[in-house]
């Protein structure tokens, strides 16, 4: 309720609106991980955006420790996790951003991007002319 106030007194209170300030947005599900050349991508169900729309994501590849921001900013599924080594694991997080700033993180999920082909084994040769 509000109500306005001048020299001659407190005016009548307005009616009651309820409302809620906005919150960060909580945690997003991990579904799946694709790895791919030099990158990962993160499939994942987005999170309550806490009042405010979601404008970016950002992710970490050492299980929280540091977090990036994707530039440009992405805000659907899959994001795409560029820049890595192949044959390298990493512990995936992701946490949603909005006005309200960084949301809490998903859990961890590991993930490596390709890897070289293990040796072939040779079961057999047929000569041939």
Do not use: H
């Amino acid at each position: 309720q509000i109500k306005a106030v001048n020299v001659g007194g407190d005016g009548t209170s307005s009616t009651t609106v309820l409302a809620s300030p906005y919150t960060t947005p909580s945690a997003p599900t991990i579904s799946s991980i694709t790895p791919g050349n030099e990158q990962l991508s993160v499939n994942f169900t987005a999170p309550n955006d806490g009042g405010t729309p979601i404008t970016n994501y950002k992710y970490s590849t050492n299980g929280g420790s540091t977090f990036t921001a994707f530039s440009p900013s992405q805000t659907s599924s899959p994001l795409v996790i560029t820049g890595l080594t192949n044959g390298t694991s990493y512990s995936v997080q992701i946490k949603a951003v909005n006005v309200g700033g960084d949301g809490t993180s998903s859990t961890t999920v590991s993930a490596t991007p390709y890897t070289t082909p293990s040796a072939p084994t040779i079961s057999s040769i047929t000569p041939g002319n």
